[in-house]
């Protein structure tokens, strides 16, 4: 399990809770000697154009800081996936998340959609056709299932609690590759007041089993929401012990 991190990710880039100061320094610090970092090439203005609409790439862009951190977490994304592609799962650590950001819209902290833009680069190389999207922040990844929506190749699935998520792996273990969408805001003391910290290490060993039996090991998740930096780092380290336990 590799993690895929930039220091231009500390940069406080924005108001709002996902660009706040201290939340990425939270999850370096819990993963930092247990995980191998990797930094990621900022994406490409074609890789965006694999999800986003020109006109809207244009809007982003009118804020410099802004665009330069967000090419970076697209970029992280793909890197992940990249790995991932080689057998090898990867956790990006980035922000601005992604999953609110459809292909000509943006709401709720995101800008571009990082998992996106890295599922359709591998399946735009061939590298992969049936993706099956894990999401498992608090709220609703309505960007992604926008994008997704005419694609039946790419299923998208918001978490509802552990049995639902076998469910949906026993039902997709066709695809070629699972992408997850790690927001941590679920967590009881995140706002979300569903999971308890217990339940992260059992959802990464679910999707990585699934992953290894099915899609070659294949598979990788990006950051999305959490902003209590008092537990955020503490969930990310058991999601990816999960992960590693999940074999
Ligand atoms: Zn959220």
Redesign the pocket.
Known sequence: MKVVYHDIFQVVYDYDPAAARGRLECIVEELCGAYEFVEPEPAQENDLLLVHQPGYIEYVKSNDLLYQVALFAAGGALKAAELANRGEPAFALVRPPGHHAGRNSCWGFCWFNNIAIAVEKLRSKGAVNKVLIVDI???FGDGTDSIYEDTPEVSYYHLYGLDGLRDCLSVNTDCDLVAVSA?F?MHMKDGGFILSPKDYKPIGNLVASHARRYCGGKFFAVL??GYNQQVLGKNVKALLEGFDAGR
Request: hydrophobic share 15%; proline share 0%.
């Open positions: 922040d608090l709220h927001g805001d999305e929401g």
